[in-house]
Antibody, heavy 115, light 111 residues
Framework: QVQLQESGPGLVKPSETLSLTCTVSGDSISGYYWSWLRQSPGKGLEWIGFFYYSGSTNYNPSLKSRLTISVDTSKSQFSLKLSSVTAADTALYYC?????????WGQGTMVIVSS | QSALTQPASVSGSPGQSITISCTATSSDAGGYNYVSWYQQHPGKVPKLLIYDVSNRPSGVSSRFSGSKSGNTASLTISGLQADDEADYFCNSYTSSSTPRVFGGGTKLTVL
């Protein structure tokens, strides 16, 4: 059974870098797209970006200048780094596997941007 | 601004059928058959209901069905149950600079 688990600080100061890690268990990272998504309180879902196991990445243009998604296949982990955060980046952050759709999701981790 | 437009809310009585639409506002989102639908109960993780417009993953009730006509995809829920009360989101591939987009979500109320 494939499981995803997000981890990282729940509080980040404005202008600093938000760093999250998603650990994949029960499956190999190979063969799928792996995405980060977020949901602001009371709002809809926003796709942040993905990487493909071959090494390619694709980011939401609205975040691209601040965003890096990387992978550590030896640890079955992929990570998100979002720099220069503001209060607008406060959200519940999810990692998800994409197999024709976002079929498996992590439980999500809430990140609050505040001083 | 979402490239996929959903009604903010829909409602229905138990046993009835309802349909939620998801309209692509530009051709770069409407041309794909990679539309998926998600159900999200309050405080819960989104759950995949439909992929590739009309396919149900294993374990999803046959009361949920998907279709697409032109630039509009639809999710139909038949035999409404109280537990269907949730938010529903559509997602599509696009050929734009944002390859994955979500609709704004639809809140389903079961009366």
């Amino acid at each position: 059974q494939v499981q995803l688990q997000e981890s990282g600080p729940g509080l980040v100061k404005p202008s600093e870098t938000l760093s999250l890690t998603c650990t994949v268990s029960g499956d190999s990272i190979s063969g799928y797209y792996w995405s980060w998504l977020r949901q602001s309180p009371g709002k809809g879902l926003e796709w942040i970006g993905f990487f493909y196991y071959s090494g390619s990445t694709n980011y939401n243009p609205s975040l691209k200048s601040r965003l890096t998604i990387s992978v550590d296949t030896s640890k079955s982990q992929f990570s998100l780094k979002l720099s220069s955060v503001t209060a607008a980046d406060t959200a519940l952050y999810y990692c998800a596997r994409e197999n024709r759709a976002f079929d498996i999701w992590g439980q999500g981790t809430m990140v609050i941007v505040s001083s | 601004q979402s490239a996929l437009t959903q009604p903010a809310s829909v409602s229905g009585s138990p046993g009835q059928s309802i349909t939620i639409s998801c309209t692509a506002t530009s051709s770069d989102a409407g041309g794909y058959n990679y539309v998926s639908w998600y159900q999200q109960h309050p405080g819960k993780v989104p759950k995949l209901l439909i992929y590739d417009v009309s396919n149900r993953p294993s374990g999803v009730s046959s009361r949920f069905s998907g279709s697409k006509s032109g630039n509009t995809a639809s999710l139909t829920i038949s035999g409404l149950q109280a537990d269907d009360e949730a938010d529903y989101f559509c997602n599509s591939y696009t050929s734009s600079s944002t390859p994955r987009v979500f609709g704004g979500g639809t809140k389903l109320t079961v009366l």
